[in-house]
């Protein structure tokens, strides 16, 4: 049996650093993540249905980190965004 070692070494990424002050920390450690813009519409078919979904980048965070939500829920949450 013979085993690899799968660690790299680590390299910084100063684009990815943000400060303390720019973030609202709560008691528990956790911070409220807001989006920032839509990417991309997109829609996922499903057997019987087909649900509408957008891809969000999120403020301190990269387009390449961006997700896809349901578009209902995004509406609901952050209507200033449509």
Not at 12 to 32: F, T
Not at 37 to 43: K, P, Q, R, S, T
Not at 72 to 80: K, T
């Amino acid at each position: 049996m013979c085993f690899t070692s799968t660690l790299r070494k680590w390299v910084s990424d100063s684009g990815k650093k943000i400060s303390a002050d720019e973030v609202e920390i709560q008691e528990n450690l956790a911070y409220k993540e807001e989006p920032e813009l839509i990417l991309a519409y997109d829609v996922r078919k499903l057997r019987n249905k087909e649900i509408p979904m957008v891809k969000v980048q999120w403020k301190h965070q990269t387009a390449r980190e961006a997700t896809w939500e349901k578009e209902s829920d995004m509406r609901r949450s952050y209507p200033y965004l449509f």
